[in-house]
């Protein structure tokens, strides 16, 4: 199984930078993905990573260490439609390939 | 336009009736899923489809039914509803090539059963 782990909230001001940490415990790992989801909307895709680095995309970059169990998600140049959870989603290899589970997600508050 | 559809949106039912929540998705896509997401809980995968007639069980199956007679469509049956199958559901599809593994979500349905 998986266990995953996510802040539950945090704030950030308009044009900083905010980190939002995930860590896991798993029977098996494929990849590592980060998902916006707005209120009352579907999660959209952010990003996928599989190899340990950074992947960088505009203004969002999410970093995995697979030794660690450990990813994080960093947005650059806060905006305030950037308000919004954050859900960090492992999939499994193995008998749990193509099983995504998601963390509880982080809801991210961005304030003028 | 590319999209993964849900059918109701919303439903309003009582304990026992079954309803079935239809998934369509006009990408071609082999790999389809159906999640559950709950206040603190987060979405939990109920039921997963690697292609036709292959389907698996993901968390939280217990209740719920899904069948894979076409590639597009990936119904999720609920055979006697319970007031703690109350939620919001979410039906995705993926390519699921190695480079490619994004997953494309319906717009949900939120299901109330009293």
């Known amino acids: 199984g998986q266990n995953i782990d996510q802040p539950t909230e945090m704030t950030a001001t308009e044009g900083a930078i905010v980190q939002i940490n995930c860590t896991y415990q798993t029977s098996g790992f494929n990849g590592l993905f980060w998902y916006q989801q707005h209120a009352g909307e579907a999660p959209t895709f952010l990003s996928y990573n599989v190899l340990d680095g950074l992947e960088e995309k505009g203004r969002f970059s999410s970093f995995l260490s697979r030794s660690k169990g450990y990813s994080y998600l960093l947005l650059k140049e806060l905006q305030m439609k950037d308000s919004a959870s954050y859900l960090c989603?492992?999939?499994?290899?193995?008998?749990?390939?193509?099983?995504?589970?998601f963390g509880k997600g982080t809801k991210l508050s961005v304030i003028p | 336009e590319a999209q993964v559809t849900q059918n109701p949106r919303y439903l309003i039912t009582v304990t026992g009736k079954k309803l079935t929540v239809t998934c369509s998705q006009n990408m071609n896509h082999e790999y389809m899923s159906w999640y559950r997401q709950d206040p603190g809980l987060g979405l939990r995968q109920i039921y997963y489809s690697m292609n036709v007639e292959v389907t698996d069980k993901g968390d939280v199956p217990e209740g719920y039914k899904v069948s894979r007679k076409e590639k597009r469509n990936f119904p999720l049956i609920l055979e006697s509803p319970s007031p703690n199958q109350t939620s919001l559901y979410f039906c995705?599809?993926?390519?699921?090539?190695?480079?490619?593994?994004?997953?494309?979500f319906g717009e949900g349905s939120r299901l109330t059963v009293l």
């Open positions: 995705a599809s993926s390519p699921y090539y190695r480079e490619f593994r994004e997953l494309f």
């Open positions: 989603a492992v999939e499994g290899s193995g008998a749990g390939s193509y099983q995504l589970t």
